[in-house]
């Protein structure tokens, strides 16, 4: 075990998009006069910045604007936002001349890559937070010490720092019982399974389960990929809900909405979140549903049937064979079975917030909860603990039931970051005041 002496104001855990706007945002926070800038340090546990990768599909395009990115909203001038992006790649007015508001996903994830790397001596890769004890000192908490794996060596390391921000990201969620293996995949792995599909005979038949943008997207894409094979799409509803992304619900997404959000009771946010959910969840953009519509009817004026959508039907069975995939499909409104053999079944079935308590370790239990035993989150991000703290543990991501469809999401990333931001210089500032007055030292900067 190796302890680090030096304490960092900020540890963030995980870079993804939350944690690389909020290393912007705290890189562009004002200072007074002679003041250093925090120092933060992140923690990144693949080996290297990726957002998605393996749905990285050829011309899947972004369901936000590209106005909604890592620093616009909350800075417009920002060295770090999408146009400054496509400057910095002599891609601007070529993208001025593309008159649309969203980028594909590939380009997206470029710019996002582009980003990290400007925060490349604050961030390790390779390196996963696996618990954080809270440092204790007279009865309260002055700071935290996070443990380290760094899978390049192997070893454990113990950073300290005044403050700690979460950002662990969702987790492929698959039914129960459901064991992903050569055949059978979550969407979350699909292209690098595609790439490690047994190779000999062209595919002959796919099966794709579910009816959000994944799953449309993975049936698109199948259907293109393999002209010679039928792609099965299997949905519990009538048809795919298209996203409700009009003017005034959108409005949603907006930052002024997380405050009333957040100060709502919570039969309102139950409500407004109930409302609201088919603009990000299990809903599918309208132009890829008219090009699947339409690729299915005109092949039932040629004929021949490759794309077929088992509507209102369920997966009740997968069992993997050595060459392909026995799928058992139950039709919900005819009561009816049939079993179709597959080389391959992809579960669009989405994702789940990344489970806190065992990376938290010893500062789980100190999460304060509320009598639905969702865990109390304050304005800023900040987790509410049974002992009062000097720094802070913030949240990015798990906070839906106190701050709405946007917590975890890249539309109010910017915002999100200068919250805690802000929050994290606030208690910075008071530190220096107090450490001032004692005649004491301060959070090391």
Same mark, same amino acid.
């Given at each position: 075990?190796? @302890? ?13 998009? %939350? ?7 705290? +890189? ?22 990726? &957002? ?27 060295? !770090?936002?999408?146009?400054?992006? !496509?400057?910095?790649?002599? #891609? ?12 594909? #996903?590939?380009?997206? *994830?470029?710019?996002?890559? &582009? ?13 996963? %937070?696996?618990?954080? #004890? ?43 019982g459901v064991v992903p293996g050569e055949?059978? &995949? /979550? ?33 698109? /894409? ?26 005034f619900v959108n409005q949603i997404f ?7 959000? *957040? ?7 139950? +409500?407004?979140?109930?409302? *609201? ?28 049937? #490759? ?32 079993? !179709? ?22 500062? %789980? ?6 009598? @639905? ?29 106190? /701050?709405?469809?946007?917590s975890s999401l890249i539309s109010n ?10 929050? !994290? ?21």
């Amino acid at each position: 075990m190796i @302890r680090q002496d030096t304490e960092v104001h900020v540890l963030g855990i995980g870079f993804g998009p %939350a944690n690389i706007a909020l290393a912007a945002a705290l +890189s562009e926070q004002p200072r007074p006069a002679g003041e250093a800038p925090l120092t933060a340090r992140f923690f990144e546990k693949k080996p290297d910045f990726s &957002w998605h990768p393996d749905m990285l599909l050829e011309g899947a395009t972004m369901q936000i604007a590209f106005l909604k990115d890592l620093v616009t909203q909350r800075n417009p001038v920002s060295p !770090l936002s999408f146009v400054a992006y !496509l400057s910095a790649q002599g #891609r601007l007015s070529d993208f001025i001349n593309h008159q649309t508001l969203f980028p594909t #996903r590939i380009e997206f *994830h470029d710019y996002l890559e &582009w980003a990290a790397g400007h925060f490349a001596d604050q961030v390790e890769y390779g390196a996963e %937070a696996v618990s954080v #004890r809270p440092r204790l000192a007279d009865g309260r908490i002055d700071g935290f010490e996070v443990q380290v794996h760094h899978a390049s060596t192997g070893l454990l390391a113990v950073y300290r720092a005044r403050s700690v921000v979460v950002a662990p990201g969702l987790t492929p969620y698959l039914p129960e019982g459901v064991v992903p293996g050569e055949r059978i &995949w /979550h969407s979350g792995s699909f292209l690098s399974s595609l790439d490690r599909l047994p190779k000999g005979a062209a595919p002959r038949r796919f099966v794709v389960i579910g009816a959000g943008q994944s799953a449309a997207e993975v049936t698109d /894409h199948l259907h293109r990929t393999f002209p010679a094979a039928e792609v099965c799409s299997v949905f519990s509803g009538f048809g795919y809900t298209p996203t409700d992304d009009s003017p005034f619900v959108n409005q949603i997404f907006d930052p002024a909405t997380v405050d009333l959000f *957040h100060a709502a009771p919570v039969a309102a946010r139950q +409500s407004v979140f109930g409302r *609201h959910r088919a603009t990000n969840y299990s809903v599918v953009d309208l132009d890829l549903v008219e090009e699947l519509y339409r690729r299915a009817y005109q092949e039932k004026v040629a004929g021949r049937e #490759r794309l077929r959508f088992l509507r209102g039907s369920r997966v009740t069975e997968a069992v993997a064979l050595e060459n392909e995939v026995k799928v058992t499909v139950e039709s919900l409104v005819e009561g009816t079975r049939q079993v !179709l053999g597959a080389d391959a079944v992809v579960y669009a079935t989405g994702y789940r917030p990344a489970e806190l308590a065992g990376m938290l370790g010893k500062a %789980a239990p100190l999460l304060e909860r509320d009598e @639905r035993g969702e865990l109390i989150v304050e304005r800023d991000y900040r987790a509410r603990l049974a002992l009062d703290c000097d720094g802070g543990l913030y949240l990015q991501g798990g906070t839906e039931h106190s /701050h709405g469809i946007t917590s975890s999401l890249i539309s109010n990333a910017a915002m999100r970051a200068g919250d805690i931001a802000q929050s !994290l210089m606030a208690r910075a500032e008071r530190d220096a005041r107090v450490s001032t007055s004692t005649g004491g030292q301060g959070a090391q900067g």
